[in-house]
């Protein structure tokens, strides 16, 4: 191992390789340093050229940062990661056909770097079936320059999956926080793992170059030998960046890290809006010892509510960078989480989602149809990508999709509990037909899947015949501020409810006393619990 400055370890890179990011969202662990001299090496010298960047998940501030860098024409060729999100730049490329632009599911890249890392031939699994990633819909294209061939439809012992395809990677960009003189390097202050372990043994069987970016150097032999989550034998380069923030937001959160637990107070309580309105009404779906995955946009706001409600301890919520328990982050800090049980490596986590491990899942959505499905990945000009949602609601027991009925500014008021819609939204989002297609309705009701979609001033589950509404909020008309502001007409329940008249209320649900009073875990792990308690009582 070495240890360089950053402006000489990305001379590594050469034009025409493919480059290979650790690091999640808004800079959890993502090597910062390392992408901006990469831009600085571009722009002074016009060189690497028409490389290949491929990071499970999106990286960046929604500006300038993380993969924004390496948005300059002639630089990238292609892209591969699992959303566009955090990287406008990035997606303003794609839209201008001058990238080969692809968002795949965040679980399948994750998993596919670990297949890679054991020289397998790729990843075989059901995600993606049915949707925009599937080939037969686009093979998860977001331009049409890029050719489908990442992704195959093969039949395996009668039943359909899709191929991912593996990668040779030349140079590989990780982070930690310390390192020792032989190259071992630990990850004490992240805010999570990553894949970091599987990407560098990904990258030296390809016989590529590991470059990890740490925030401090420790003498050799000084590390504790159980911390060390990248060996040193995988390590070829250093470098050290002392001012190395935990995220793009928080220089360093002692919770975040998992050295503390800090007080339920500490966590925001929410103001009472759409959106807080919307995390109640699906926080109503929790049950006692639900474990449960909360996605980003409205959906992390569950964890406000939760706190709010002295509820965290009665159920565990879970997010797919491999966090256990706890309070999920929000905002531009989603991804970490405070207070969490145990921190695991983030191909795990999407093993134990994809295994059906989630009772429920709650997930936003920026476009619903009638037939169920759901879009976040394409919408209103704008490149997204799935991130770990296709994963996540594929395979969960009930989904929970959550989102303001509207899209645009949409101003509520709700005097004694009672809905006064005071500006809505200017477009649409429950659309005659998707414009693409991140959860399919069709293939959930073949698997049975319960499936709900909370607004703010209606809920509509997943009936064999399409979308059905359910509830709706108590003053809303449900003409002119629901059926007329829809693409599609639904089924209406003949048993329709109105929605609990708390959640447009300011005090607290009582939601401890409420899901002490619901049944708990049901299915065969339960089943097999209850039977260990009986022997355990003989």
């Known amino acids: 191992m ?48 028409e490389i290949t960047a491929l990071h499970p998940v999106g990286l960046g501030d929604g500006e300038t940062l993380g993969a924004n860098h390496l948005a300059h024409e002639g630089l990238l060729r292609r892209i591969v990661c699992g959303t566009f999100v955090n990287s406008p730049k990035i997606a303003d490329l794609a839209l201008a056909e001058k990238v080969d632009g692809y968002t795949l599911p965040q679980g399948a890249l994750s998993q596919l770097t670990r297949e890679m890392a054991a020289g397998r031939p790729g990843l075989l699994t059901k995600t993606g079936l049915h949707t925009f990633v599937d080939p037969r819909h686009g093979g998860g294209r977001q331009s049409e320059r890029a050719p489908n061939d990442l992704v195959e439809v093969v039949s395996f012992r009668g039943e359909e999956f899709l191929f991912y395809k593996p990668y040779n990677v030349d140079v590989c960009f990780l982070r930690g926080t310390t390192a020792d003189e032989d190259g071992n390097v630990t990850m004490e202050q992240e805010a999570f793992f990553g894949e970091m372990l599987s990407e560098a043994q990904a990258t030296r069987r390809c016989g590529g170059v590991v470059i990890v970016q740490v925030r401090r150097m420790a003498k050799r032999g000084t590390l504790p030998a159980k911390q060390v989550k990248i060996p040193g034998i995988l390590v070829d380069l250093v470098i050290v960046e002392p001012d190395q923030w935990q995220t793009y937001l928080t220089r360093f959160s002692p919770s975040y890290a998992g050295e503390l637990r800090v007080p339920l107070s500490d966590i925001a309580i929410l103001r009472l809006d759409a959106r807080k309105v919307i995390a109640r009404r699906a926080a109503l779906e929790l049950f006692p010892g639900a474990i449960c995955n909360l996605g980003s946009g409205i959906a992390t706001g569950i964890a406000n509510v939760a706190a709010e409600e002295d509820i965290l301890d009665a159920v565990c919520l879970t997010n797919e960078q491999g966090l256990i328990g706890g309070a999920p982050a929000s905002g531009g800090d989603a991804g970490a989480s405070r207070n ?39 919408f209103g000009g704008r490149i997204v990508g799935p991130g770990g949602f296709i994963n996540i609601s594929q395979n969960a027991r009930c989904v929970v999709f959550c989102g303001s009925f509207m899209a645009g500014t949409v101003k509520m008021a709700w005097p004694g509990g009672v809905t006064s819609i005071v500006e809505d939204g200017a477009r649409m989002k429950l659309v005659p037909k998707v414009e693409q297609i991140t959860f399919s309705g069709r293939f ?9 979609y909370v607004t703010e001033r209606a809920v509509f589950g997943l009936a064999e015949d399409g979308v059905k509404l ?37 005090p607290p649900l009582g939601l401890a006393t409420y899901i002490a009073l619901r049944p708990g875990r049901s299915g065969a792990s339960a089943l097999r619990l209850l039977d260990t308690q009986e022997i355990a009582a003989q």
């Open 340 to 378: 969490y049980a145990a921190m695991i490596d983030q191909p795990y986590q999407f093993d134990f989602y994809d295994g059906g491990g989630l009772d429920l899942a709650f997930l936003s959505f920026a476009e619903l149809d009638a037939e169920g499905n759901v879009n976040v990945s394409r």
């Open 470 to 506: 359910i509830e709706i909020a108590p003053g809303v008309d449900l003409q002119k501020d629901v059926l007329d502001r829809m693409g599609f007409r639904p089924n209406i329940s003949k048993d329709l409810k109105t929605m609990d008249k708390r959640l447009f209320l300011p």
């Open 444 to 452: 959930a009701r073949e698997r049975e899947q319960k499936v709900l």
């Open 2 to 49: 070495r240890r360089v400055s950053a402006d000489e370890a990305v001379k590594v890179v050469r034009s025409g390789d493919t480059l290979l990011v650790g690091g999640s969202g808004g800079g959890h662990a993502v090597p910062e340093a390392l992408l901006a001299a990469l831009e600085r090496r571009f722009l002074a010298e016009g060189t690497p050229r």
